[in-house]
């Protein structure tokens, strides 16, 4: 597996830093269908561009705190499932873009740490969420963006819908390419 480097601020790198110019596509990893999706899109996208992408992983504070023991217990049981999910994830990111990925692994509120990250890694250029199907909206990190976050976003978002299929994913990318990639300017 990839060779990470963890760094002060909790963020591990795989392969080393992106090559300058390299567009780098951010996928906030959880355990949805609709996280799947935005994961296939910036890998057709990162291949596309000669790009990469990167993962972020955050592992919100238990709420459960009323002993040190069981708490210190469950964070390292919350750093060995991000471990896990981060390792299966830059598989197959390497296998749909031939490029290792980008990992970052945080503690902290989701919405926050997605925040920081972009504000301290200039090599983000775009923020690739999927978004829910259910009756509850798009999802609390997407609502949040939208809603009051907006402002402090410095790249755009791509919010990709989570009830499209992995062929409707591929198919849409391959119409983006024939149809969009021919103007100067538009390179999706």
């Given at each position: 597996?990839?060779?990470?480097?963890?760094?002060?601020?909790?963020?591990?790198?795989?392969?080393?830093?992106?090559?300058?110019?390299?567009?780098?596509?951010?996928?906030?990893?959880?355990?949805s269908k609709e996280m799947q999706n935005a994961?296939?899109?910036?890998?057709?996208r990162a291949r596309n561009t000669q790009g990469?992408?990167?993962?972020?992983?955050?592992?919100?504070?238990?709420?459960?705190?009323?002993?040190?023991?069981?708490?210190?217990?469950?964070?390292?049981?919350?750093?060995?499932?991000?471990?896990?999910?981060?390792q299966a994830l830059a598989a197959k990111v390497?296998?749909?873009?031939?490029?290792?990925?980008?990992?970052?692994?945080?503690?902290?509120?989701?919405?926050?740490?997605?925040?920081?990250?972009?504000?301290?890694?200039?090599?983000?250029?775009?923020?690739?969420?999927?978004?829910?199907?259910?009756?509850?909206?798009?999802?609390?990190?997407?609502?949040?963006?939208?809603?009051?976050?907006?402002?402090?976003?410095?790249?755009?978002?791509?919010?990709?819908?989570?009830?499209?299929?992995?062929?409707?994913?591929?198919?849409?990318?391959?119409?983006?390419?024939?149809?969009?990639?021919?103007?100067?300017?538009?390179?999706?």
């Open positions: 597996m990839a060779e990470e480097d963890e760094s002060p601020s909790g963020q591990a790198a795989a392969a080393g830093p992106p090559a300058e110019k390299e567009r780098v596509f951010l996928v906030v990893v959880d355990e994961l296939r899109f910036a890998c057709r990469r992408v990167a993962l972020l992983y955050v592992i919100e504070p238990a709420e459960f705190q009323h002993w040190l023991g069981v708490e210190r217990v469950m964070q390292d049981e919350a750093r060995q499932q991000a471990e896990q999910t981060l390497q296998a749909e873009t031939g490029k290792l990925p980008i990992l970052h692994v945080r503690e902290g509120r989701r919405r926050d740490e997605l925040l920081a990250i972009i504000e301290e890694d200039p090599s983000i250029s775009l923020l690739v969420l999927g978004m829910a199907t259910g009756r509850e909206g798009p999802g609390p990190l997407v609502t949040y963006l939208v809603s009051q976050a907006g402002s402090q976003m410095r790249v755009p978002v791509t919010l990709v819908p989570g009830q499209l299929t992995p062929e409707e994913i591929d198919e849409m990318r391959r119409l983006t390419r024939e149809g969009l990639h021919r103007e100067p300017g538009l390179e999706l």
